[in-house]
T-cell receptor, first 112, second 112 residues
Framework: NAGVTQTPKFRVLKTGQSMTLLCAQD?????MYWYRQDPGMGLRLIHYSVGEGTTAKGEVPDGYNVSRLKKQNFLLGLESAAPSQTSVYFC???????????FGPGTRLTVT | AQSVTQLGSHVSVSEGALVLLRCNYS??????LFWYVQYPNQGLQLLLK??????LVKGINGFEAEFKKSETSFHLTKPSAHMSDAAEYFCAVNGGYSTLTFGKGTMLLVSP
C-alpha cells in the first residue's frame, strides 16, 4: 500500500501562474486535509473534506480552491499564484475527525 | 475555540539526558490530544495520542505524555535522548471540531 502520495514533489511557479496539487490515498479514509507549513508557523489548515463530494474552508483558504470528486483523491488548486504562497504543502487523511492523521511526503512550492 | 501553545521553539539536550517538550491546550470540551514528529524533508507521523481513559500515554520510540486536565497540559517526555530523536515535534488538539489545531512546533536538538 502506498498510503498517502502527493504529486508533484517540487514545483517552481511564476507569479500569476496556476497549478494543481494532487493528493491520492489508498487507505479508504473519509477525511482529507490540505495544510501549508511555513517556518515558525506550524501547520495551518487550508481546506478539508469529510467525504466524497464535500469540501470546507480551513484557517487560511484564500487564494486556494479544492475538489474531491473521488473518495481517494483531493486536489488543491492555485488559480493565480503569489509569492506569499511559497510554502511546503502537506496532504493528510483520517478515518474520522478524531482519529490519527496520516500525512503525505509534501510538495515544496516556490513562487517567484 | 481550540488552541495549542508549545513552549520553546527550540530545545537542546545532550544524548542520554531527559527530554521534556511542553504543550498547553485550550478547549471548551474534553479534548483529544496528539503528538506528531517530523524528520527533515518528511511528513508528520504520529508519536502518541490521548483520547479517554488512562492519562499517561505511551508512544513509539520510548516517548510518553501525561494529560493533566487541571493544568491543561500534555507534555511530552523521554527518559534518555538519542541522536535519532533530533526532529521537530508538534502538539495538536481536537476539541470537538472536525479538524485538528497544531502548535507551532518545537525543534529538538540532541548533542553528543
Amino acid at each position: 500500500n502506498a498510503g498517502v502520495t502527493q504529486t508533484p514533489k517540487f514545483r517552481v511557479l511564476k507569479t500569476g501562474q496556476s497549478m494543481t496539487l494532487l493528493c491520492a490515498q489508498d487507505m479508504n479514509h473519509e477525511y482529507m486535509y490540505w495544510y501549508r507549513q511555513d517556518p515558525g508557523m506550524g501547520l495551518r489548515l487550508i481546506h478539508y473534506s469529510v467525504g466524497e463530494g464535500t469540501t470546507a474552508k480551513g484557517e487560511v483558504p484564500d487564494g486556494y480552491n479544492v475538489s474531491r470528486l473521488k473518495k481517494q483523491n483531493f486536489l488543491l488548486g492555485l488559480e493565480s499564484a503569489a509569492p506569499s504562497q511559497t510554502s511546503v504543502y502537506f496532504c493528510a487523511t483520517s478515518r474520522d475527525r478524531v482519529d490519527e492523521q496520516y500525512f503525505g511526503p509534501g510538495t515544496r512550492l516556490t513562487v517567484t | 475555540a481550540q488552541s495549542v501553545t508549545q513552549l520553546g521553539s527550540h530545545v537542546s539536550v545532550s544524548e542520554g539526558a531527559l527530554v521534556l517538550l511542553r504543550c498547553n491546550y485550550s478547549s471548551s470540551v474534553p479534548p483529544y490530544l496528539f503528538w506528531y514528529v517530523q524528520y527533515p524533508n518528511q511528513g508528520l507521523q504520529l508519536l502518541l495520542k490521548y483520547t479517554t481513559g488512562a492519562t499517561l500515554v505511551k508512544g513509539i520510540n520510548g516517548f510518553e505524555a501525561e494529560f493533566k486536565k487541571s493544568e491543561t497540559s500534555f507534555h511530552l517526555t523521554k527518559p534518555s535522548a538519542h541522536m535519532s530523536d533530533a526532529a521537530e515535534y508538534f502538539c495538536a488538539v481536537n476539541g470537538g471540531y472536525s479538524t485538528l489545531t497544531f502548535g507551532k512546533g518545537t525543534m529538538l536538538l540532541v548533542s553528543p
